[in-house]
């Protein structure tokens, strides 16, 4: 599966306007909607939450990857969100978040989910991640998604 596959155009977001991880996510649900109105704002918020307050999801170097399980979905889906300001997240180096990589899926999905995330860290670990951050537009972006798998 390629991260193309997780993430849409329509899923990224170059220039988050939110100074908080909450207002972060609450942007990135909003893209994450626009794919999938069938879906529950609210039992997703309170997922990627949930998981949240157990540990930071803040990876270091400025990379986050917001997840969460929901029982009512089915499938694998995400948001990119970019900001260039740097989110006050309390990561593990202490450090603001550039790059949030937010993935929701069903119960179901926990192997795929393993596989998703070795690629996102696989991207992040190369110098995809530093060409994110200066993409000038989201097709850019989802090309390089595209590539990893």
Known sequence: MLLG???SQRSIKLNLEGKTKEAAF???LELIMVD??????NELYEAINSREN???TGIGSGIAVPHGYCRSISAITG???ISKAGIDYNSLDHKPV???FMLV???????SHLRILNE???LVNSEASALMMTAKNIQEVYAMLSRIH
């Open 54 to 56: 157990k540990m930071s």
């Open 120 to 122: 996102v860290f696989t």
């Open 5 to 7: 596959d997780v993430f």
């Open 79 to 81: 948001a990119i969100g």
């Open 98 to 100: 550039h790059l949030m």
């Open 36 to 41: 999938h109105p069938e879906y529950d704002r």
């Open 105 to 111: 899926m069903g119960e179901a999905s926990q192997e």
């Open 26 to 28: 609450t942007e990135l």
